[in-house]
């Protein structure tokens, strides 16, 4: 009996298909109190990590707020409105800024740890594909994340604050509180660090199949109408320029993220192509086994009838 052809991952460039092994898993599978207490461990590393770089950012949160109000003191020098200020409005606000510079600062310098131990709980109930999938997500997700807060820095927030101060006049007196001050900038470097995950998430949705460059490529003009949108939502400030900046990187990844999407559907169509010859070529084999089987029981059957008719013949003579 012919035995059917086995259907095998494809092996392309950069293994487009590959089968998943469930032997990989066993090994890692453990009792739920178990998994219970590997959280708490997980957890425990991770906050004391926190802990750590909050002290650390809280001992230099002068230093790193120093650097925050550069791009606000560049502008007061540009604008001549005498000499540097910041004030506040309470006896505690000073403290409490330093203590959220302190947080999320400590926040940032933690993350890779952090991470590390949310990587560590997770990965063993992951195939091995799936781990460098998510190492690679990972790592760029915090790239461009990065990538978008210096953008912001650099790019966003002088052109903002210089719009902003702007209506200052001899009548009306520019009075920047510390917290709002912090906030807004915070909020900026956010919003510009998530608007930069937008090619990871593109590529992530093409990879799942949810989207291809054909239909990225078609949406593209209602794009530019949506990152406005988006753009006027997440700056925290209502003027446009902020608007416009942060609606013209959103563009420009959108548009690349489509080249992305264009080598991730190529692949993709390739792997599906190869696998629908190889199945088309295993259903064929398997079709002939039939038909060998087929007449084999045909000629089994014509020989039995050959034997029937010759025995009838001995009997009669």
Same mark, same amino acid.
């Given at each position: 009996?012919?035995?059917?052809?086995?259907?095998?991952?494809?092996?392309?460039?950069?293994?487009?298909? %590959?089968?998943?092994?469930?032997? =990989?898993?066993e090994?890692?599978?453990?009792?739920?109190?178990?998994?219970? $207490? =590997?959280?708490?461990?997980? &957890?425990?590393?991770?906050?004391?990590?926190?802990?750590?770089?909050?002290?650390?950012?809280?001992?230099?949160?002068?230093?790193?707020?120093?650097?925050?109000?550069?791009?606000?003191? +560049?502008v007061?020098? %540009?604008?001549?409105?005498?000499?540097?200020?910041?004030?506040?409005?309470?006896?505690?606000?000073?403290?409490?800024? +330093?203590?959220?510079?302190?947080?999320?600062?400590?926040?940032?310098?933690?993350?890779?740890?952090?991470?590390?131990?949310?990587?560590?709980?997770?990965?063993?109930?992951? #195939?091995?594909? %799936?781990?460098?999938?998510? &190492?690679?997500?990972?790592?760029?997700?915090?790239?461009?994340? &990065?990538?978008?807060?210096?953008?912001?820095?650099?790019?966003? !927030?002088?052109?903002?604050?210089?719009?902003?101060?702007?209506?200052?006049?001899k /009548?009306?007196?520019?009075?920047?509180?510390?917290?709002? #001050?912090?906030?807004?900038?915070?909020?900026?470097?956010?919003?510009?660090?998530?608007?930069? /995950?937008?090619?990871?998430?593109?590529?992530?949705?093409a990879?799942?199949? !949810?989207?291809?460059?054909?239909?990225?490529? $078609?949406?593209?003009?209602?794009?530019?109408?949506?990152?406005?949108?988006?753009?006027?939502?997440?700056?925290?400030?209502?003027?446009?320029?902020?608007?416009?900046?942060?609606a013209?990187?959103?563009?420009?990844l959108?548009?690349?993220?489509?080249?992305?999407?264009?080598?991730?559907?190529v692949?993709?169509?390739?792997? +599906? $192509?190869?696998?629908?010859?190889? =199945?088309?070529?295993?259903?064929?084999? /398997?079709?002939?086994?039939?038909?060998?089987?087929?007449?084999?029981?045909?000629?089994?059957?014509?020989?039995?009838?050959?034997?029937?008719?010759?025995?009838?013949?001995?009997?009669?003579?």
């Open positions: 009996m012919a035995k059917p052809a086995r259907k095998e991952p494809v092996e392309d460039d950069e293994d487009v298909v %590959e089968e998943k092994n469930p032997a =990989e898993l090994g890692s599978r453990m009792p739920f109190l178990s998994h219970l $207490k =590997e959280l708490k461990v997980r &957890v425990r590393n991770a906050a004391l990590f926190f802990t750590l770089a909050f002290g650390v950012s809280f001992w230099f949160a002068g230093p790193i707020f120093s650097w925050i109000k550069q791009p606000l003191w +560049d007061w020098d %540009e604008t001549k409105f005498g000499p540097r200020h910041l004030a506040f409005g309470n006896l505690t606000e000073p403290f409490w800024v +330093d203590m959220s510079v302190a947080l999320w600062a400590g926040i940032f310098i933690a993350s890779p740890f952090i991470f590390h131990q949310i990587w560590k709980f997770v990965a063993p109930g992951l #195939y091995k594909r %799936e781990r460098r999938m998510g &190492v690679a997500f990972a790592f760029f997700s915090g790239i461009f994340f &990065v990538a978008g807060a210096l953008f912001c820095y650099y790019f966003v !927030l002088h052109n903002l604050y210089k719009f902003l101060l702007s209506y200052a006049n /009548e009306t007196l520019a009075m920047v509180m510390l917290q709002d #001050y912090l906030d807004l900038t915070r909020n900026m470097m956010l919003a510009f660090g998530a608007v930069f /995950e937008l090619p990871i998430l593109i590529y992530f949705l990879m799942v199949g !949810l989207v291809t460059h054909r239909g990225l490529w $078609k949406f593209n003009r209602w794009f530019v109408v949506i990152a406005f949108i988006v753009g006027a939502i997440l700056t925290p400030s209502p003027d446009v320029v902020s608007q416009i900046m942060m013209t990187p959103m563009i420009l959108y548009n690349a993220s489509i080249l992305l999407a264009w080598r991730v559907t692949k993709r169509e390739k792997a +599906d $192509k190869i696998l629908k010859a190889r =199945e088309a070529v295993a259903d064929e084999a /398997e079709r002939a086994a039939a038909r060998e089987r087929k007449a084999a029981k045909a000629a089994q059957a014509d020989d039995e009838v050959d034997e029937d008719e010759d025995e009838d013949e001995e009997r009669d003579d």
